[in-house]
């Protein structure tokens, strides 16, 4: 039965649509060329070591890319970033990186310059995730923002928002 016609999934997506995350771009490159995605199924796995995990769509462009060359970036947008997230969104391929905002991490893997965290992973298991490959990361650099009170880009409710003040 596919998905766009049965109501657990339909109902699943909604429940979902619910959360709260952080957008991401996750980044990795092939012959010196920039691919990525945006992402918001990112999770920390272990502290020991730094780890995370990423849940990757099989049918995305950077899907591929990354099973091959083994690294990838975890950049979490700023809330003034929502214009990476939608030239992720409206292009392809190496088209969605403006250059003069990138830089190159460790792995070699695009890094966003400003974003408010950026995690530089090589790849150290895949695991099968049904219609997603869920990756499992090792960091190998970290850069976090040098502003702490930087707040992020979210998604929820099938919308971008922003940080909200601390709740007290």
Not at 11 to 29: D, K, P, Q, S
């Amino acid at each position: 039965m596919s998905t766009d016609t049965n109501p657990q999934a339909d109902l699943f997506r909604n429940a979902m649509a619910r959360f709260t995350n952080g957008v991401t771009a996750v980044t990795t490159t092939e012959n010196r060329l920039p691919f990525g995605l945006i992402a918001t199924s990112v999770c920390s796995l272990s502290a020991d070591p730094p780890t995370l995990l990423v849940c990757v769509n099989r049918s995305a462009s950077a899907h591929d890319v990354i099973a091959r060359s083994g690294v990838f970036a975890v950049n979490l947008l700023s809330a003034e970033q929502k214009d990476v997230a939608q030239r992720f969104a409206e292009l392809k391929g190496s088209e969605r990186f403006d250059l003069m905002r990138w830089t190159t991490g460790k792995s070699g893997a695009p890094i966003l310059i400003d974003s408010v965290v950026a995690l530089d992973c090589k790849v150290l298991a895949k695991h099968n995730g049904y219609s997603h490959t869920i990756f499992v990361g090792e960091i190998i650099a970290t850069k976090v923002h040098a502003d702490p009170a930087a707040s992020c880009l979210l998604w929820h409710r099938r919308s971008f928002a922003s940080t909200a003040l601390e709740v007290r």
